[in-house]
């Protein structure tokens, strides 16, 4: 994927069903390339969050799709 960060904050994040899981609220840059790797997604109201590698999503129609599976959620800090 090649995409700078600043173009994935703020981006729809689609899950395989078709549905919006949430707006991308961080992404993290890998140490060696300064590529973005991951991203977390802000769930909701309770303050949950699901953190995805970027490189198994695709940037598609505007939006990030992230496979079954590749999203975990844990709780905010």
């Known amino acids: 994927m090649a995409t700078t960060a600043g ?3 703020g981006m729809d994040v689609v899950m395989p069903d078709g549905s919006t899981l949430g707006k991308v609220e961080n992404v993290y840059l890998g140490d060696d390339s300064g590529t973005p ?5 802000k ?11 970027l490189a198994v999503s695709k940037k598609e129609d505007g939006v990030l799709r992230v ?3 590749k999203a975990r959620i844990k709780n905010a800090p």
């Open 7 to 9: 173009e994935l904050q």
């Open 37 to 41: 790797r991951w991203a977390t997604v």
């Open 43 to 53: 769930i909701g109201v309770l303050g949950k969050r699901s953190v995805f590698p």
């Open 67 to 69: 496979p079954s599976g």
